[in-house]
């Protein structure tokens, strides 16, 4: 079949949108139509060309929901018409980093994905005219109308989750409230301070929110997106700056929080994040991706005193598990996504999408298929 995708040609070019050849689903593979996407901070990213493990051509995209088309031979855990999500962060429940609770990183597929090929080692993506491989991207490629994708990397939602909310637990969203509920696991009554107010940032807030934490700091540079920390459960806020780490301490008495997140890909906020953790126990949990050859600078003393640092991949989710039970969370009103979606674009607006991230307009544009 064709379908219309938008592909990342060359890095530091817009991408194009046109029509290109996808191939049925193979044993083990789903065909999914999407409905939405949401415009994520790693897309732009890859298609700037800081990603070290970038490549191109690729049909870009991974924050994705839609509907199950057809399946390939053996496929028993989705089936056409039902709703899902997209996993980059794939599970497929047998591999040794799936049994064991202390990971979310399955090693099923990755050496493939990272390659931008499916489990087979082809890619189902070609050119119409000429039949040139187009890769796939974090095993998804959502900016298409259709994408093929591992059975292991879709989570099966409840239809009554409107797809074009849902699609944010794919990526942003998950990875936020999984770094506060899975890889900190947060304790009742503690002290929290978010670094980054974006959509990972206010995912983290709203997790610490959930493992009932009695004080939640958000730092960012924006007011606007203060204000949606505040909606999310934050009980104080700071404007970012130089100065930040001294402001955040004199709020939570001198010694530190006893947790922290960074959601922002700076690595100077990150040392900001494992010097705001309190002495003795604080745990610095770094979400965000930093650029091409970035390193973050710590101070052993802050170490040697008691703090601890952690990295926190898709929150700790594992995904197929963990996605529905998020959504279900949400659909039963503990969580209120309506404020982040702030543009709906369409397929051929994606650069846009880029563009509105850059100038930090809202929280995530969302691209709908219907």
Known sequence: MRTRAAVLEQFGQPLVVQEVELEEPRAGEALVRLVACGVCHTDLYTASGADPSGYAPAVLGHEGAGVVERVGEGVSSVAPGDHVVTLFSPQCRECAHCLDKRTNLCLAIREQQGVGLLPDGTTRFSRVSTGEPIRHFMGTSTFSEYTVMPEIALAKISPEAPLDRACQFASGLSTGLGAAMNTARVAAGSTCVVFG???????????????????????????????????????????????????????????????????????RVMRQAVESARMGWGLATVCGVAGKGETLDVIPRYLITGRRVAGSSFGGVKGRDGVPALVERWLAGELDVEPFVSHHLTLDEVNRGFELMEAQDGIRSVISFS
């Open 197 to 267: 107010a974006g959509m990972v940032g206010l995912g983290a807030v709203a997790g610490c929110r959930l493992q009932d934490a009695e004080r939640i700091v958000c730092v960012d540079l924006s007011e606007e997106r203060l204000a949606l920390a505040r909606g999310q459960g934050a009980t104080d806020t700071v404007v970012g700056g130089p100065d930040a780490v001294d402001r955040v301490l004199e709020l939570v008495g001198g010694l530190g929080a006893d947790y922290t997140f960074e959601a922002t890909g700076n690595v």
